[in-house]
């Protein structure tokens, strides 16, 4: 959450920031700013709201500047108004900073402080500390106020003291630098950093001096450090193509997203390139964690495990496993599943792990983000950028990875020649099945059935009920209506007392074990008046539902991938039926780097 971004060049580098700012504008969007020297003076202009607000005030300024930085704000302390988005600018207005993420400390600092502050954040207390401490150079200036700092940051920092550098430090939040023909960069987003010949992923305590020329790294003993060079892929990040909406044009991106993950795993031996034979011979436990929708992911991940496999299985939330006093036995492999990579709390949840020498499994979208790095063995899903804040194909690769994950384990403990490769086959073959012109269709038309709703109620079991409570989030993150997600044989117990003439209940019945048991509960809902709206692949009767989706007759291990998208679908139709911006949802942000 918020995007920092910054760049030195040989030109004006203002039009670069603000396209590098642009493409982070998922980390946050409520406010934006960009500081930058002009003649020897430290300037800024900030805008509340998108960055297509920043953009235009920018446009009336028309700075030139060789040295400038850039933030997207997702609003930590205090409101999302004009003084408290960044940069911020020192009194004596030499300094100015960008920040992302979150100063513990802030309000102890403050208060020793003791002089005025403009803005209710945690980030401007830096800058004062700064202003005190400066000592005619910046990086030491850096590096005395870092070890006052307890919390997570990525600094970017200009000065009109030094005004051909521009100064970079990092903790825990995730940070980027870069080098182009053009000048050197930084940013809080390895995918954001646009074009360089290579990058280098910064690690905690570095602080690095950018010149136009070349990037200078150093530890907190200020002792040049060298770093991996990295080459950054190009991504697309800005590039909306034919569709109105980043989440539109990622849920039809989901075959590709599903094959691309499957070509990197689809043989035994890619496996065991990145997961050795006798680690999963030694497995008795295994824990899955994530937060939101990657946790969904995790609980159909078990229950696809289970379905395969004799070994414990047990899901976390990260937010909760970190506080947890559960200690897990020596033998548990965990696996943590992030879209982005940089999630706080599951990075914390790792680090954890780790500390209890447990071997680890990451399951990330984003090559060299954070998880990838600490994680001892690493699965990429190959979903390419996801924007929209609302996760879709990332989720569906998620599940991809879980299946081929899952017949892997088969394979070595139950010495079963194979299994890799036919579902890796079943997965291409089922990605085939997901037409989405028909899904299209088939969700504009229910969501035009919904939309007007307060709330609403879905409901599954097993496969099914995971399938619910992703399908529920989607629509409640995007369209704002209250959805709730309930495993069926649950609604009996309490809940089943808000079901009335107007409630829609989304039921989901594709487990044919399961047929009879599910009926039951729909009729329940519709003796109470409830307007149910039935997914299943079956022929079931159904007179008195109000709706109902007829499935393809795929293998029905398989379905959570086909009927996701359908769901994803109608949020995205909910939401623009709703006058909403499905990307950017109120108060949400992609990537979560705070906890
Ligand atoms: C919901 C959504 C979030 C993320 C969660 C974890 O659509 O995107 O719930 O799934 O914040 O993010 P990652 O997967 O990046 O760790």
Not at 264 to 287: A, D, G, R, S, W
Request: charge should be positive; glycine fraction near 6%; aromatic fraction near 10%.
């Amino acid at each position: 959450m918020c995007g920092i971004f910054g760049m030195i060049g040989k030109s004006n580098v203002v039009p670069n920031v603000l396209g590098g700012i642009e493409g982070l504008e998922y980390r946050g969007y409520d406010s934006a700013g960009i500081g930058y020297i002009e003649k020897n003076k430290v300037k800024v202009i900030k805008q509340v709201g998108e960055i297509k607000n920043l953009k235009t005030e920018v446009g009336r300024v028309n700075p030139v500047s060789f040295n400038c930085v850039a933030h997207t704000r997702w609003a930590t302390h205090g409101k999302p108004n004009k003084t408290n988005a960044h940069p911020f600018v020192s009194t004596n207005k030499d300094f100015c900073l960008v920040h992302n993420g979150i100063i513990e400390n802030y309000a102890e600092l403050k208060k020793q402080l003791n002089c005025k502050f403009l803005s209710e954040t945690d980030s401007e207390v830096i800058l004062k500390l700064i202003e005190k401490y400066y000592c005619e150079n910046m990086l030491e200036t850096l590096v005395k106020v870092s070890k006052l700092l307890k919390g997570s940051y990525a600094l970017a920092i200009i000065s009109s003291k030094e005004p051909d550098k521009l100064f970079v430090s990092k903790m825990v939040s995730p940070c980027v630098v870069g080098i182009s023909a053009d000048g050197t960069k930084v940013c809080s987003d390895i995918n954001g950093i646009g074009k360089v010949d290579y990058s280098y992923v910064l690690e905690n305590n570095n602080f690095a001096v950018l010149t136009v020329d070349g990037i200078k790294i150093y530890n907190e003993k200020l002792e040049q450090v060298k770093l991996k060079k990295i080459k950054v892929e190009k991504s697309d990040i800005n590039n909306k193509g034919k569709f109105d909406y980043f989440m539109q044009k990622e849920i039809y991106e989901i075959p590709n997203s599903v094959n691309n993950t499957v070509n990197l795993y689809q043989t035994f031996e890619q496996f065991e390139k990145v997961l050795p034979k006798t680690i999963v011979k030694k497995t008795k436990n295994i824990i899955i964690v994530g937060c939101g929708t990657a946790y969904h992911a995790g609980l159909m991940g078990r229950k696809i495990f289970e379905q395969n496999l004799n070994i414990n299985i047990k899901n976390e939330l990260a937010s909760e496993f970190i506080y947890s006093k559960f200690v897990p036995p020596k033998n548990t492999l965990m696996i943590f599943v992030s879209q982005s990579g940089e999630t706080a709390d599951t990075l914390k949840a790792l680090k954890i792990a780790k500390q209890y020498g447990l071997k680890t499994i990451a399951i990330t979208n984003v090559k060299n983000s954070s998880i990838s790095f600490i994680a001892d063995y690493c699965f990429y899903t190959l979903a390419g950028a996801e924007v929209a804040v609302a996760s879709t194909k990332a989720y569906v690769s998620q599940l991809s990875m879980f299946y081929l994950l899952a017949s892997y384990f088969k394979e070595v403990i139950m010495d079963k020649i194979g299994l890799v490769e036919s579902t890796a086959n079943n997965l291409k073959n089922i990605s085939k099945q997901i037409n989405l012109t028909k899904f299209n269709i088939l969700a504009n038309n229910v969501a035009n059935d919904i939309y007007l709703s307060q709330s609403l109620y879905m409901i599954g079991r097993n496969f099914d009920y995971v399938t619910a409570l992703e399908s529920s989030l989607k629509l409640k993150e995007i369209s704002y209506i209250h959805s709730e997600a309930y495993a069926s044989g649950e609604l009996k117990h309490g809940t089943i007392s808000l079901i009335d003439n107007n409630t829609f209940v989304f039921a989901f019945l594709t487990e044919k074990d399961l047929l009879e048991k599910s009926l039951s509960n729909v009729n329940e809902v519709i003796s109470r008046g409830g307007k149910v709206i039935l997914l299943t692949q079956y022929n079931l009767k159904s007179d008195n539902v109000y709706k109902l989706i007829k499935l393809n007759n795929i293998d029905e291990f398989y379905m959570p991938i086909v009927v996701i998208v359908i769901m994803q679908l109608i949020a995205f139709h909910v939401s623009v039926l709703k006058k909403l911006n499905p990307d950017k949802p109120r108060s949400l942000a992609k990537s979560v780097t705070v906890e």
